[in-house]
């Protein structure tokens, strides 16, 4: 079922969507059909279901929940560098993680000073497009805060004190050309969320909908 065949049976809308940074929940993007994407994502339809924040001490980065047509949730930030990409995030189980490496490797990514190198074993369904075959760590234990709301919209608490939102600390690692990627973010409770992460022009949203 196709998302876009609701908006259209309304009123036309009235917002523009001129830019991804203007995306909110309830908002629809069509992604391009391009070989270079995951299956999951080729030509695909996704809606917003949420905008919130991560938060750190030199900057803040917006991330929107997008769960498509075909029931699958990812994640999207802009990466902002000398050229902005989409980066596309997967958020994957322990069993994916097992698959794809070896436990005792991956654990190296939480021993200082952070040089773990991954080589990938072997894709599972639900990663299959996503990864790569081997990764190098760049990014470890820098603390940031993540908060369930639009910093662009409401303002976020200072980077301490009271309400700074959720605790986590970032470890990342990357491909050789850097166009694929590993985020693993622990909280204060010791849970740790790990995510494949997929870095794509933004020519590959070709077409984007206000929601209601």
Avoid: C
Wanted: hydrophobic share 35%; aromatic share 14%.
């Amino acid at each position: 079922m196709s998302f876009l065949k609701g908006l259209f049976s309304k009123a036309d809308p009235v917002r523009q969507l001129k830019s991804v940074h203007d995306l909110l929940t309830g908002d629809i993007i069509v992604l391009t059909d391009s070989f270079a994407l995951p299956e999951t994502l080729r030509k695909q339809e996704f809606q917003v279901t949420a905008v919130n924040s991560y938060e750190y001490e030199r900057y803040n980065q917006k991330e929107w929940t997008l769960t498509g047509t075909n029931d699958l949730e990812i994640f999207l930030s802009l990466d902002i560098d000398d050229k902005t990409y989409l980066k596309f995030a997967l958020k994957i189980e322990r069993n994916d993680v097992e698959q794809l490496f070896d436990l005792d490797e991956f654990a190296t990514i939480f021993d200082e000073p952070g040089q773990a190198f991954l080589n990938r074993q072997d894709d599972s369904t639900h990663t299959s497009g996503w990864s790569d075959e081997q990764y190098q760590q760049q990014t470890f234990a820098q603390v940031g805060y993540f908060h369930r709301k639009d910093f662009s919209k409401e303002q976020l608490s200072q980077y301490e004190g009271k309400d700074a939102g959720e605790q986590f600390e970032l470890y990342a690692l990357f491909n050789q050309d850097q166009s694929r990627g590993i985020d693993v973010e622990v909280w204060q409770d010791g849970d740790t969320d790990v995510f494949l992460t997929l870095y794509r022009p933004l020519t590959d949203i070709i077409d984007m909908f206000p929601g209601s």
